[in-house]
């Protein structure tokens, strides 16, 4: 027998850790005018209004077509026409919003347009708290968070208000200093614990908005991968007896945030620390969360509501509290989005940004997401924003059914990163290559704060470099007949971001219903969680079966065969290998002959045996 070292063992270290949280979740998962140069294509492939009928929820196999394009309009004198036409400006946003490099016709608007009034209906109800969410009988109330008289009664409206002064008031006090740490200092750090909607806002707007030396600085746990989790606590360092930890789960028992709860309460303890003294819950109101942190007695809770869906939750306190608690001003980013939804309430699709959006998209990915839309802004700190739009883009679009139960594998595929970095990275195939996509530019006016500006060039500063390097990318994918929509805002500031963010979280509603989806729920990602609570429950009995034969004098090493015969569960011999292979390279099974190259060979057993399992 081949001896290797790295043991496994059931290792003290190993064992599931003692806490509330885990004693309830146990198994661990089981939760148009521009025309074109051939004239002729300016008639649509169909008939308009007479092909629509009335009831356009039964309509989804007759979405309209944009006609086949041969090439984009290049006379600059008509582009700009088309330019000044249809550019949108919201003036106390200072938000444009520029669409004439998508090449929809005027024949494609009025063919769309009894969509976009059943659409602009349906913003309406679901604004006056209809169940938009079919499936999982909700009210969709994002909305409200920023205008809490729209919510559709008072016992909402004060919750939303109650919430929103909590939240103040909390991270005032923890950014006066008036809430301690245990030891009487001040709170210098965050660490949030969150993943998906319960992260991906907080993070976009950690990223644009914090100041260079916020009252609080934050990181993130939003994995379960035990080395990042590391990696976070190890920067934190002695700053860890300083640190607010807030887990956010709107359902209060999502595995990988229960086990970043885990893992920071397991530091917690190690460094003599009282967690619940530190910890910080958001989530919905009696979530094996809230009942944890109830329970155990943490510093502070705030409500999730269940009206308000992960990927829309930014305004809540799930996105609040932490840009509070940065010195950034929430208020502003609320005003934002208000008078960003305000805007979006007109049934004028060319004075409505979101509609507009949704038109382009429409346009651009057929319908049907036959384009991917690559957003680049053109600002650093609004890096995150195309990963903040990921999900909320595709997770509310990527959909099998249609409201009426039809197939249509739904979506809108979402990437990008930030200009002019990505000139140097992937532009070149958007430019010649393979040509599946449509681009979103950001565009920020200002530069950098005023009085800090020089020319490092005669004429030309730093800030003009980023200018051209954006409009010579416009200019360049559009001679190629790449589309692009640009959004201008005059500088990343909360209101700009709040802004941002309702123009996009509309914009999905309205596609949603132009193409007649459920964009506010998800069950797509639920298969994932079962089947990874299934892999997890395998495991322990691939654990069991080991462990038995471990325990025998001698050892009795098992072949993957032997060990999936044990476990009732040949038809999985492949994840039985995986499982094992994982196991081994985490020191937690032992290799006795063969290696994991070549898996017939292997020949496995457990460093330790463990006896008290074997008579559980
Ligand atoms: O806030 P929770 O309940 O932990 O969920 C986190 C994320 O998980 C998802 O449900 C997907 O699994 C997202 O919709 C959500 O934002």
């Known amino acids: 027998m081949a001896s290797l070292s790295g043991l496994c063992s059931s290792s003290p270290s190993l064992k599931p850790k003692q806490s509330l949280w885990k004693t309830t979740l146990n198994p661990p998962l089981l939760k148009t005018s521009l025309t074109y140069r051939t004239r002729t294509l300016l008639t649509p492939t169909r008939s308009i209004a007479s092909d629509i009928p009335a009831d356009l929820s039964k309509t989804n196999d007759k979405l309209p077509n944009k006609p086949k394009q041969l090439g984009l309009e290049k006379d600059p004198n008509s582009l700009w026409r088309r330019y000044v036409d249809w550019l949108y400006q919201h003036k106390e946003l200072g938000l444009y919003l520029d669409v004439s490099r998508i090449g929809f016709t005027d024949e494609f608007v009025s063919e769309m347009e009894p969509r976009f009034h059943k659409a602009f209906k349906d913003m309406e109800e679901l604004e006056k708290g209809a169940i938009a969410n079919p499936d999982e009988g909700r009210m969709v109330g994002h909305y409200w968070l920023r ?239 195309s990963r903040y739009l990921q999900q909320l883009v595709m997770e509310s679009l990527g959909k099998e059914f249609d409201l009426d139960g039809n197939r249509v594998n739904q979506g809108l595929t979402v990437y990008g990163n930030k200009g002019s970095t990505d000139q140097h990275a992937y532009i070149q195939q958007l430019r010649e290559g393979v040509h599946n996509f449509f681009v979103t530019f950001i565009e920020v006016l200002r530069d950098r704060p005023p009085g800090h500006d020089w020319e490092l060039e005669p004429g030309v500063t730093c800030g ?84 038995e034969a471990s325990c025998k004098q001698p050892v009795e090493p098992l072949t993957i065969e032997e060990v999936a015969d044990r476990c009732h569960a040949t038809e999985d011999i492949e994840m039985i290998y995986k499982i094992i292979a994982h196991m081994a390279a985490n020191d937690r099974a032992l290799i006795a002959e063969g290696s994991c190259g070549s898996p017939r060979s292997l020949k496995v057993f457990l460093g330790e045996c463990n006896v008290d399992e074997l008579f559980a």
Not at 279 to 285: C, L, N, P
Not at 290 to 303: C, V
Not at 481 to 497: L, W
């Open 147 to 385: 205008n809490s008289t729209l919510a559709p009664n008072s016992f909402l409206k004060t919750q939303i208000d109650k919430a929103l002064d909590a939240v103040c008031d909390f991270a005032d006090q923890v950014v006066s200093g008036k809430i301690k740490t245990p030891d009487g200092g001040r709170f210098t750090q965050i660490l949030s614990v969150g993943i998906g909607g319960s992260a991906l806002g907080p993070q976009f707007v950690a990223e644009a908005l914090a100041p260079d030396n916020p009252p609080l600085k934050i990181r993130f746990i939003d994995n379960t991968d035990p080395a990042g989790i590391d990696h976070q606590i190890a920067q934190l360092g002695p700053e860890l007896a300083s640190t607010l930890v807030i887990v956010i789960s709107k359902s209060g028992g999502t595995p990988e945030t229960r086990n970043g709860l885990l893992e920071v309460q397991q530091a917690f303890r190690e460094a003599g620390l009282d967690f619940a003294k530190q910890g910080v819950a958001i989530t919905q109101e009696n979530s094996l969360l809230d009942n944890t942190a109830r329970i155990e007695g943490w510093l502070a809770r705030f409500p999730m509501f269940d009206w308000v869906g992960g990927r829309t939750s930014e305004m809540s306190a799930v996105g609040l509290l932490p840009a509070a608690l940065q010195g950034i001003d929430i208020r502003e980013m609320l005003a934002g989005a208000a008078l960003m939804d305000e805007a979006n309430r007109t049934t004028v699709l060319r004075n409505n940004p979101a509609a507009l959006l949704a038109l382009c998209w429409y346009w651009a990915s057929e319908g049907v997401g036959s384009k991917d839309m690559v957003v680049l802004p053109y600002k650093d700190s609004l890096l995150l924003f």
């Open 464 to 547: 003009d470099y980023l200018f051209g390097m954006l409009q010579g990318t416009r200019s360049a994918l559009y001679a190629k007949d790449r589309e692009s929509i640009t959004v201008t805002v005059q500088e990343v500031n909360p209101r700009s971001v709040g802004a941002l963010i309702g123009l996009y979280e509309r914009a999905v509603g309205i596609y949603a219903s132009l193409v007649n989806i459920n964009a506010y729920h998800q069950p797509g990602v639920e298969a994932g969680k079962k089947a990874a609570g299934e892999v997890l429950a395998l495991q322990k009995r691939v654990l069991a079966v080991l462990n």
